[in-house]
């Protein structure tokens, strides 16, 4: 089993930055990928980021390149991910998830926090 907690979301304007960290603990060692996905009120959840811990490699979707980035320590088994540049529509709960696979289908992720809200206001 794998727990992680995520923490740092809240409320900001538009085009301010927020960072967001995800504190695994448990068999962390079983999950090569870490990632993170966004569901805003009334849509699926999607992709945002993913980072692998053995590789270092990480990914993300369109939207955000350029203004996200996810990063890790390895030593706090933690994933952060800096928000930059934020736009009304990144309104969303974040949530953090473990998985095998660096990709970014949701059914390759095991593990799931339970959640950060993200407003950012116009």
């Known amino acids: 089993q794998v727990q992680l907690v995520e923490s740092g979301g809240g409320l900001v304007q538009a085009g301010g930055s927020l960072r967001l960290s995800c504190a695994a603990s448990?068999?962390?060692?079983?999950?090569?990928?870490m990632g993170w996905f966004r569901q805003a009120p009334g849509k699926e959840r999607e992709f945002v980021a993913a980072?692998?811990?053995?590789?270092?490699?990480?990914y993300s979707t369109n939207s955000v390149k350029g203004r996200f980035t996810i990063s890790r320590d390895d030593a706090k088994r933690t994933v952060y991910l800096q928000m930059n540049s934020l736009k009304p529509e990144d309104t969303a709960v974040y949530y953090c998830?473990?998985?095998?696979?660096?990709?970014?289908?949701?059914?390759?992720?095991?593990?799931w926090g339970q959640g950060t809200q993200v407003t950012v206001s116009s």
């Open positions: 998830a473990a998985g095998k696979l660096l990709d970014n289908a949701q059914d390759d992720y095991d593990y």
């Open positions: 448990g068999r962390t060692f079983d999950s090569n990928a």
């Open positions: 980072t692998s811990w053995t590789t270092g490699g990480t």
